[in-house]
């Protein structure tokens, strides 16, 4: 059974009409970047819980999470007019496998997200080891709308940080954005687009994949990859590909 402690609202950052990041300040057992949270309310006499990734790097002083509100969500709008100094339920342990100790070692490391699900990479690129286990880092982060690509600041910090390691590769489906590929991730690997735009190939000798977010994207992308010769990451069988969907 989850061990449920209060959290209280530092700061509730609405990045547009419904995606917003929660920081909080909890004293939660330590975790690993990639790792996820549940965020929990009474609601109707239950309690009513959701998983959020963490945004922050383990070191951080305050947690922060990353969400979608879903116009008729029993719980993201609640979350949505959280405002500072309010409580909020979070458990105190972490949970989930989707961490840098799972996966293999490689030349490549390439991170594809969708929409809220860029959240774990912030933690695990400000957490620091990637950047000693992989030559580049190349992070593929899909959209609806360009102002769904939140965080610039962060990852622009990083990109100064990291110029030789870090690739920045963002996609907008529904408008034409500049520095964005358009359309799909999918149709951009089944014709090598991304490969080329990137400058680098998706091989099983030098790839590791870590795949977040829209379970279709997911369950796709995976079938693509395998295609070109990628396996699926097992603890009893190391392979390429690391997934995590997102609900």
Partial sequence: ???????????????????????????????????????????????????????????????????????????????????????????QDPAGYFTLDEVPQGQHLWMFATGTAIGPYISLMEQGDVWSRFRKVILVHAVRFAADLTYQARLNALQEQYPDQLVIQPFVSREPTAGALSGRVTHALEDGLLERVVGLPLTPEHSQVMLCGNPAMVKEVKTLLEGKGLSKNLRRKPGNVTTEHYW
């Fill in 1 to 91: 059974m989850a061990t449920w402690i209060k959290a209280e609202v530092v700061e509730n950052q609405h990045w547009t009409k419904d995606l917003f990041s929660l920081v909080l300040s909890a004293p939660v057992e330590p975790f690993k970047a990639g790792q996820f949270t549940k965020l929990g309310m009474e609601i109707d006499g239950k309690l009513i819980q959701r998983a959020y990734s963490f945004v922050n790097p383990p070191h951080s002083k305050y947690l922060e999470v990353y969400a979608t509100r879903v116009a008729d969500g029993l719980m993201s709008p609640r979350l949505h007019a959280l405002e500072p100094g309010d409580n909020v339920m979070i458990t």
